[in-house]
């Protein structure tokens, strides 16, 4: 062990990396349980807890890598994508978990949240009027009943790690619950709906792209105001306002 090195930090939390294991620090307990519960649930392979300490949670990493970042070049062959998709639709015929998770919110609520976020991004020229508009039209698609489905709840790329053509692991699970399946397949293909045909394709199932191309939306909607408070940037390229933008 030579170094510390700063995964990601905001003011809600971080993440180091010691040699071969990650230490999370959360601000708040419960995403910690959260966590701990989810991978010792989930059917698909999870890092391995070294130890639990609120408000600090050590894992250990996980080998491969994964297929890109929001914003970055995507990797990994259309094989790789589709086992993805396999391990993501094994973990919606799981049994669910015992609470909602971030995907899980009803939509009542997201309804009114989205409206909240949409005013303030015009209100403060952050985005264009008819951008806003657009978007919150396509968003509507997602606010519709759904089956209950143990979700991950920020299935980013850059949280699923593969070896090949084989998932060797998925990261992150502190906003695991029961929720809606497809906002987990748009999260994971956000900004690189390129590799979506194939994803479905392992995923194995019939998906309405209406939905993902609504969650797209709603996603990004709602997470610009929250990445710009927390240093990080939605207009960087391939990020949430170029996702966004291809909607018009």
């Known amino acids: 062990m030579d170094e510390v090195r700063v995964v990601v930090a905001h003011s809600e939390r971080a993440t180091l990396r010691v040699g071969d294991m990650f230490l999370k620090v959360d601000a708040d307990q419960a995403r910690i349980e959260v966590e701990v519960e989810a991978m010792s649930l989930a059917p698909v392979p999870t890092p391995q807890v070294l130890w639990c300490n609120p408000p600090v949670l050590a894992i250990a990493a996980l080998p491969g890598t994964t297929l890109g970042r929001l914003g970055g070049p995507s990797t990994g062959s259309p094989r790789a994508w589709a086992a993805a998709g396999a391990a993501i639709r094994r973990l919606h015929e799981a049994p669910l978990p015992p609470r909602p998770g971030r995907a899980g919110r009803s939509t009542v609520a997201l309804a009114a949240e989205l409206d909240e976020e949409c005013e303030w991004l015009v209100t403060n020229g952050v985005l264009p009027a008819d951008l806003v508009t657009r978007n919150r039209q396509v968003a509507e698609a997602a606010l519709r009943p759904w089956t209950p489905a143990f979700t991950h709840g920020d299935l980013q790329i850059a949280h699923v790690f593969l070896d090949g053509d ?65 240093g990080f940037d939605p207009f960087a390229p391939g990020c949430e306002v170029d996702v966004l933008r291809a909607r018009m």
């Open 166 to 230: 084989e998932v060797t692991g998925i990261i992150d699970w502190s906003e695991a619950g029961q929720g809606d399946p497809l906002y987990d397949l748009a999260t994971f293909t956000l900004g690189h709906e390129e590799h979506l045909d194939d994803v479905i394709a392992g995923y194995g199932t019939d998906v309405d792209l209406d939905v993902i191309h609504a969650w797209w939306s709603l996603r990004s909607m709602l997470a610009v105001r929250w990445l710009i408070e927390h």
